[in-house]
C-alpha cells in the first residue's frame, strides 16, 4: 500500500478569507471577514446566530464526506484537477514535495470554491442547519497577496496491496489500484483536501457554544442517548430538530471522560472558576457525572442544583479541562446570566482566550463586553503598561491590538431586512449606536422624571 499525507502550513492565517452572501434569511447583503476576535451585536432576530453558523460550516466542511457534486464540466475543475495530477505525478517520484499556492492558480482555486458552493449551496445549507434553506450568493475571496503551501508526502506500508489514502484536516479517503498512474477520481479526492483545508484556519473543528447552554448540559446525556437510539445525523433525519454546530457540541459534550484530563490554558481555567463561578468543576468517571463545589467548602453539587452562572460557563470549563485540543471558539451570548460585573470578567477570558492563539467568534447584546474591549485597546496604546498593570490588577493576556477585532452591527431596516456594518475602530476602540441609543433614550427619560420632580 502506498500513503499518500498531505498537510497545510504557511503564512495564511484563519482571517484569510472574506465570505460574501446575498438574500439569505433576513440578510440582503454582507461580506464578512473573521478576525482573531469577531463579535456581532445588534437587534435581535437579525441573522447573527444565522452568520455565525455559516462560518462554522465553512470552517468545518468536508467536500468528499458532504456529497458535494463537483463541476466536472467546468474549466476550472479541469484547470485544477491537472494540478492536482501533476502534484501526485510529482510525489511519486520525490516521495515528499513541497507545494506553494499563490497568483493565478489561487485564484482558480478559489473560482473553484465559489463554483462548488454555488452548484451545491442548498445541499449545505441543508446539511447545515438541518432545513431547507435559500441563499442567492454565497461566495468566498482570499487577499490578492495570500499563499498556502502544502506538504504532500507518500510512503508503503507493510501491505502489498496498491492504493493510495490522503489525509487533510483529520480525514482520509483510500482508493485501490491508484498506483498505475493519478486517475480521476484519486486527483478530486486530493483537490478537494487542498480545498477544504485552505478553508479552515486549522485541523482543529471550531467548537460552538449555542444558546441554550443550562437546558444542554442538563439534558445532554438524554439527547444524545436518543439521539443515537433514532440514529439520526444532521440533514438525513426529520426528528432531529438541531443545526449541525449544536448537534456537535452535544456529541462533543456526551464524549468528555474523566480519565482524559488536559487542563488547557490552566491559567485561564483558574481565572474563570476564581472571577466567574467562584468554585471548581469535575467529572466523575463511572458514571461520568459533572459536579460543582463552591469555593471554600467540601460539598460537591450536581449540576442541576448549581445556580445558572455555573451551568453557562461550565461548558466552557469543560473543554478547557477534557478537550486535548481547542479550535475556534464560537460562543452566543457568552453574557447569559451573568451579573454586569462577571460580563466584565467574561469579556477578559473572549481576550485571554484568543491571546492564546484560539480564534474567538461571539454573539452579544453587553455594552459591558464591549466597552472592555474599547478599554483594552486604549490600554494596550499606554506608555505607561507596568503602571496601569499594578494598579488595575490587568496583565498583558488583557490587552488587544485594534487590528486584532472587528465588530459587525446587525441593524434591522424598515423593510424588515438586516443590514451589516463593519464598525471603524478608533484610538477609543468601537462606538456602537445599537447600544448608544438605547442607553440614550433611558438617559433621555431620566431627564424627564428629574425635571418634573425639580419642578
Known sequence: MVTMSIFMEG???MNSWTVYIKEFGKIEEASIRPAPLTLFIGDNNSGKS????????LWTVDFIADNFHFPEHSQVYESCLKISEKLIKQCTK??????????KELLLFQQLINELFSENKKLFLKKLFNKKMDIEELRIEFPSTASFCFEIGMEKSFDEETSYRIMGNNYGWGLTGADRKPDHKLAERQLACMLQRMLQWDTVRPVYFPTARTGFLLTYKELTRSALHERFSVGENAKNLLTKPTTDFLMSLSSIEADH???????????????IISGHVSVSAYPVDVKY?????????????ASSVVTEVVPLLLFLQHRSLLGAIMIE???????????????RVLIRLMNKGMPVIVTTHSDIILQHINNMIKAEQMHQKDRFFEETGYEKEDLLAKGQVTVYQFEEQKNGKTHLTKLPCGDDGFEAMTFYNTLKKLNEQIDLIEHEREQ
Open 50 to 57: 444565522y452568520i455565525m453558523t455559516l462560518i462554522y460550516g
Open 11 to 13: 503564512p495564511c492565517t
Open 333 to 347: 451570548e457568552p453574557e447569559i446570566s451573568l451579573h454586569p460585573q462577571l460580563q466584565w470578567e467574561m469579556a
Open 293 to 305: 463545589q463552591p469555593a471554600e467548602t467540601e460539598e460537591s453539587l450536581p449540576m442541576y442544583v
Open 261 to 275: 484530563y488536559y487542563r488547557r490554558c490552566p491559567e485561564i481555567l483558574s481565572f474563570i472558576e476564581q472571577h
Open 94 to 103: 520525490n516521495l515528499k514535495l513541497t507545494y506553494t499556492l499563490h497568483g
